[in-house]
T-cell receptor, first 113, second 114 residues
Framework: EAQVTQNPRYLITVTGKKLTVTCSQN?????MSWYRQDPGLGLRQIYY???????DKGDVPEGYKVSRKEKRNFPLILESPSPNQTSLYFC????????????FGPGTRLTVT | AQSVTQLGSHVSVSEGALVLLRCNYS??????LFWYVQYPNQGLQLLLK??????LVKGINGFEAEFKKSETSFHLTKPSAHMSDAAEYFC????????????FGAGTRLFVKA
């Protein structure tokens, strides 16, 4: 089944403890992206990747890191999480430059205390 | 700069009534426009998209949207609401000049009353 998977689905952590949220797609898509969803703000783009070893900042990149070493994986890294990063996170993928619809993962609900 | 405005954070309709969810955008170049739906505890699913072909776009589950350049609008409609339509709906815009920057509206939660 074609899909985007994320792990974990739920995570509660403490301030400053490094964490990684994994994202994987099995559709051979070139583009991948991370969003955070907050009430009343919709989805805001954190980082995106156009292909392996090609990443760029979205609108809210502060406090996050990403890497794209393989085409199928695009992990989101929080080196020192803070409570304002408590949010619902979505990974998405898109086939390529001329195909604009995105396919979303199920989401990761992160709570930082 | 691009922006997306969805009028009404909550919309309530009766089952069988018309659904109208409003979306206005601003973009310095012709955009690609999308409506996504999010059911509780799920990710977003594509409802429909406008990519500079027909201005009236039909999507899944009986939804459609019309691109009106003069009004910079892309409102989502469905003639007859069903209980299963209750969800959150997001309008999004992507520039058609390449790249991956996508701007989402704040979302509209649709309630359907029996």
């Amino acid at each position: 089944e074609a899909q985007v998977t994320q792990n974990p689905r739920y995570l509660i952590t403490v301030t400053g403890k490094k964490l990684t949220v994994t994202c994987s797609q099995n559709m051979n898509h070139e583009y991948m992206s991370w969003y955070r969803q907050d009430p009343g703000l919709g989805l805001r783009q954190i980082y995106y990747s156009m292909n392996v070893e090609a990443t760029d900042k979205g609108d809210v990149p502060e406090g996050y890191k990403v890497s794209r070493k393989e085409k199928r994986n695009f992990p989101l890294i929080l080196e020192s999480p803070s409570p304002n990063q408590t949010s619902l996170y979505f990974c998405a993928s898109r086939p390529g430059q001329h195909s604009y619809e995105q396919y979303f993962g199920p989401g990761t609900r992160l709570t930082v205390t | 700069a691009q922006s997306v405005t969805q009028l009404g954070s909550h919309v309530s309709v009766s089952e069988g009534a018309l659904v109208l969810l409003r979306c206005n955008y601003s973009s310095s170049v012709p955009p690609y426009l999308f409506w996504y739906v999010q059911y509780p505890n799920q990710g977003l699913q594509l409802l429909l998209k406008y990519t500079s072909a027909a201005t009236l776009v039909k999507g899944i589950n009986g939804f459609e949207a019309e691109f009106k350049k003069s009004e910079t609008s892309f409102h989502l409609t469905k003639p007859s609401a069903h209980m299963s339509d209750a969800a959150e709906y997001f309008c999004a815009v992507t520039r058609n000049t390449g790249g991956f920057k996508t701007i989402f509206g704040a979302g509209t939660r649709l309630f359907v009353k029996a």
